[in-house]
């Protein structure tokens, strides 16, 4: 079964997506979701911190602009489908010694990064992010107000996850005034008997107040992210939730695929395999989703990610300007990561760096005045030209040729040869096209585009392991 849908857009001429059937399952094995390359399967597991620190101060020599991160982990309540590193408790007076750390962490980062360089972006991840109390979100922002170089202009994208449950009278005023303008709720199903079954019991209405709050502050590009292959949903009860979803109308909409792995996700163990959908029923959920969101007008970015046509991405993505790294698709290519907390990852030109996942050594790192980074990799030359290519293709869906050679002095046929043998067959099956200047990827593409990249992937050229996740 093939299926075409074509964007509600006036300048469009050819089908934004096509879903075509034997070429999914031709193509959907595993592979990575390059939210960096190489991937962090191939970070040294006994990185020097040496190496980050002489990687921060390249970065500070190069000026350019930051993007600073923040991973607070604490959650009162276990999703039992979560994957992330966290912390459930209920004593909120866990929050003020992590941020007193993180702090701590932050005055050594500004030291190496250099405290002058615009942070252009900003972002709360967790965990809950809104578990923290007022004052000590507070506390953190003032901190890293006199240690930052924080911006107050309108480019300037500064976002928070945000669980609606955990949202009270003065949580979205705290954060605007604090300098937040956009915002993420984590929704992933509103109806009431697949909530029961992953303990995220969540009320349409409470997500749509804190919705109608956030806009009437004056958050923009609001983000909404679903979850589908969860316990009980069908394509039919998928259907109803997206209907209820696109009432509310964010500005952008993820939908990720639940993966069940409950040996390496001990909550997972809670959810019951027989009262997961189907493979084919998440195909299913997944094609009639896709079809609905650009039936309603919103464009496909790539991947889980959707935007109205107005949204920063969106422009972002047509003025061929969209870039990704670990919070995922970001307007923000020039920005070098600062990361600070718990199993953060950092990011300059030519590093990575993660500190460590183990919230009880973190805490001792800091404590005694160092950093905690125990993981990462030095990009050679081939890496960031690799990265440079997945990039590209992930993000706008084509690949210039003289734009590559301007940008690295190379011939993209003659260094990726190889490469470009191992393509015909996507080109055969019109997954991808080359005209000869561009590589373009075509409609069918879209939706295998992790596929594609792979073939760039010189550390995936033996195919990927089952450490990644299934494509869709």
């Not at 006994?46 to 921060?56: F, L, N």
């Not at 005034?177 to 709720?185: A, T």
């Not at 600062?338 to 805490?363: K, R």
């Amino acid at each position: 079964m093939t299926s075409n849908a074509t964007p509600h857009t006036a300048d469009s001429t050819l089908p934004e997506f096509i879903w075509d059937d034997a070429l999914i399952k031709r193509y959907d094995l595993s592979g990575p979701r390059y939210t960096s390359y190489p991937t962090a399967v191939e970070f040294n597991q006994t990185y020097p911190v040496e190496h980050m620190v002489e990687a921060a101060a390249r970065s500070k020599a190069s000026n350019r602009p930051l993007s600073l991160y923040t991973h607070l982990p604490f959650c009162a309540h276990l999703c039992y489908y979560c994957a992330c590193n966290k912390v459930i408790t209920k004593k909120r007076d866990k929050a003020m010694p992590y941020v007193e750390r993180v702090l701590k962490e932050a005055a050594m980062q500004a030291k190496l990064f250099g405290a002058d360089r615009p942070v252009k972006q900003l972002h709360w991840g967790g965990g809950t992010p809104t578990f923290l109390p007022k004052e000590v979100m507070q506390t953190l922002m003032e901190g890293y107000a006199e240690l930052f170089n924080l911006q107050s202009d309108d480019d300037r994208d500064y976002s928070v996850e945000i669980d609606p449950r955990e949202v009270d009278q003065d949580t979205l005023p705290t954060l605007w005034e604090l300098g937040f303008n956009r915002i993420s709720l984590g929704v992933q199903d509103v109806n009431p008997e697949v909530q029961k079954a992953v303990n995220r019991i969540q009320p349409r209405e409470m997500t749509e107040a804190v919705l109608d709050e956030a806009r009437r502050l004056g958050f923009r590009s609001i983000n909404l992210d679903l979850i589908y292959g969860l316990p009980h949903q069908t394509p039919e009860s998928f259907a109803q939730t997206l209907e209820a979803v696109l009432e509310m109308s964010p500005d952008r909409l993820s939908v990720f695929s639940y993966a069940h792995l409950p040996d390496r996700f001990y909550p997972q163990t809670r959810i019951q395999s027989d009262t997961l959908p189907t493979p084919q029923q998440k195909l299913t959920i997944l094609h009639n989703t896709i079809n609905r969101l650009l039936e309603a007008g919103y464009e496909y970015i790539g991947m889980d990610h959707f935007a109205k046509p107005d949204d920063s991405l969106a422009v972002a993505q047509r003025a061929g300007r969209l870039h990704r790294n670990f919070q995922g698709y970001t307007t923000h290519a020039d920005c070098d990561l600062v990361s600070l907390g718990v199993s953060a990852i950092g990011q300059t030109d030519d590093a990575y760096f993660q500190n460590n996942h183990d919230l009880p050594t973190w805490e001792a790192s800091i404590d005694a005045g160092e950093l905690a980074i125990t993981k990462g990799v030095n990009l050679t030359r081939d890496d960031r030209i690799r990265r440079w290519v997945i990039g590209q293709l992930i993000c706008q869906f084509r690949l210039d040729r003289q734009q590559f050679t301007e940008q690295w002095g190379e011939d993209f046929d003659h260094y990726f040869t190889d490469e470009l043998a191992r393509l015909r067959p996507m080109m055969a099956d019109e997954l991808i096209s080359d005209s000869g200047r561009v590589l373009q990827v075509e409609p069918a593409g879209r939706l295998l585009i992790r596929a594609i990249c792979q073939i760039f992937d010189l550390y995936r050229k033996e195919g990927a392991s089952q450490r990644f996740s299934r494509i869709i």
